[in-house]
């Protein structure tokens, strides 16, 4: 049996939460991986850079790709696309890499529809609505209206907790990034189903 088949761990949960402290946080932990770069029509904000946190691009140019079906998901969070490209994850699945997504569950919903078999989800929340709130608050790069709005969304998002394979509450990011180390590694060893169908075959005719 192949274990060095490439997976996918999907990471999801309110603006917020932690994804990307946990992500920075279990980097050394993990072994090879490719983070998966969400391209998106919304401003770079102060400190962002081209290639690293997204890939900037007009509405113009994201429809177009959506018509050419560049995407394996792509969804409209308040006011702007936000999508992933399909080619560079085919590319690192194919040399066994883990792909890392940080996606909303819209997200989450088109990836499993596409690659279930060798995917693992996780969804990542503060202990309580209230400590979201503060952390949004004090993060101090959105505007009033826009915290309103990833509050709403958030509301509706917790909702929906049962759909993913594991739920970390980051309360303690140390305590957090133990537990999705664990996960990381253990999605890493997800048997494509063809590979399992193809291993039975195997096991019957070694009588």
Known sequence: ??????????????????????????????????????????????????????????????????????????????????????????????????????????????VRSRLGDITTSVFITTPSLHELKKRLNNRATDAREVIDNRIKMAKREIQRISEFDYLIINEDLDQAAKHLTRIAKAAKLKIPSIDISNFIRQWEENE
Do not use: W
Not at 6 to 24: E, F, H, Q, R, T
Not at 49 to 72: A, K, P, R
């Open 1 to 110: 049996m192949n274990y060095d088949t490439g997976a996918i761990l999907v990471l999801s949960g309110p603006s917020g939460a932690g994804k990307s402290s946990l992500i920075k946080k279990i980097e050394p932990e993990i072994g090879d991986y490719y983070f998966s770069i969400s391209t998106t029509t919304r401003p770079m904000r102060a400190g962002e850079t081209e290639g690293v946190d997204y890939h900037f691009v007009s509405m113009q140019t994201f429809e177009e790709d959506i018509e050419n079906e560049h995407f394996l998901e792509y969804a409209s969070v308040h006011g702007n696309y936000y999508g992933t490209s399909i080619k560079p994850v085919k590319k690192a699945l194919k040399e066994g890499k883990l792909v890392l997504f940080d996606i909303d569950v819209q997200g989450h919903d088109a």
